[in-house]
């Protein structure tokens, strides 16, 4: 399959319908997309080449599944934009206040991964100019959970850790989907049916401005009942979650078809076409980090070096 293929919306519902076989292939952690989902979305957003693709995208191996299979990851809630949860009857065990923490511990830590990318892209070109072979060869894959000295897996690695957060924030928040036909309750919260990307991983914009303002900006843009779900994991505090009470990760999530809330309106094709778009500005964010860190054609380069299998030949 070729990398630099580019699917439209249309594309999109059709990669939805045929990662059906691939959740049936590949088990799906409980907590977030399905590994073939998470896959699926990052493959259509992005016009790689193919062994570049396969080490972001692997449904087994990919960087983008890397915080669903990592035992380190897996239950970290941040990293899956987990439990900024909230519910306004006068009596939900968590504020807004907790809501916008959580929120703002998934935008920021998704953005410092993105910075720490732009940072590991000064080894993708050599102090000639040069696109380095050695920094840049992916024949041997790339290894995330142990020695990586090459410059692209790092890159990859860190854009696959703030991407999984992004995409997770569709299918775990009701920023995108409606509720279901029965009453409004902890078990069927408001859908916000949002047609465009959420402001909270404007990146480009973002890593100009003080962490301070940054926290300030995420808040001030998250609507009254924006929540994503409560999932047992760890929040941003490193605290346990008790889920007792609270909007429920499985009531809320779009992870796959076939969850309560994927039931109504085409659900989990609203959260799956977001989430691709919001890839499709990830990466668009982060090339014009690269141009700007890199000024003189260095960053572009740079960006040619992440795209093809073979770069040192590729991009003079
Ligand atoms: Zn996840």
Known sequence: MSGTRRRGRGGLL?????????????PAPAGAYTLGNHAEITRAALPWQPLTEDQMASPVRGAVVASDVD???????????DNADWFPDGSYPRTIEDRNTELTACA?????????????????VDERG???????????????NGPERRAKCEVIRHLGLAW?????????????DVAGSGSLGLANPAGLARPEVAPFFAFARYRHMSDAAVRRDI????PDELTTGCYEDLDSAGVQQDCTDRVGHADLAKDFRGMPRTRTEHNFDRAAVLAQEAVERQWADFREALRTTYPGGRGELMVCALVHDTPWESCR
């Open 14 to 26: 059709l990669a939805c319908v045929s990662s059906v076989a691939l959740t049936l292939a590949v």
């Open 71 to 81: 035992p380190a990851y897996r239950h970290q809630g941040p990293m899956h934009c």
């Open 108 to 124: 920021t830590g998704a953005l410092a991964q993105f910075e720490a990318a732009v940072a590991a892209a000064d080894g993708l």
């Open 130 to 144: 040069r696109v380095s072979e050695g920094q840049t060869g992916l024949r041997a894959g790339c290894v995330w």
């Open 164 to 176: 999984h957060a992004v995409e997770d924030f569709y299918a775990h928040s009701n920023w995108a």
């Open 219 to 222: 808040v001030e843009r998250a």
